[in-house]
C-alpha cells in the first residue's frame, strides 16, 4: 500500500497571518469577541481578559 502524499508543512508565520486574514473576513462575530481580539492584538491582555470574562456563560 503507497502512503497518501504528504502536505507541506506551512511555516507559523503563515499560519497565523492565514488565521488573522480568516478573522477578518468573519462578518457575524460577536463585537465583544472582536474587541477582545483586537485588544490582544494590542497587548492588553488585562483589557481583553475582562472582555471575554463578559463573554463566558453563566453557570
Not at 502536505?7 to 507559523?12: G, K, L, N, Q, R
Amino acid at each position: 500500500m503507497v502512503p497518501p502524499p504528504r502536505m507541506p508543512i506551512a511555516s507559523s508565520a503563515w499560519r497565523r497571518r492565514h488565521l488573522e486574514l480568516c478573522w477578518l473576513m468573519e462578518c457575524d462575530i460577536d463585537p465583544l469577541i472582536l474587541r477582545a481580539r483586537l485588544l490582544h492584538r494590542y497587548r492588553a491582555e488585562a483589557l481583553a481578559r475582562c472582555i471575554e470574562q463578559e463573554l463566558l456563560p453563566i453557570v
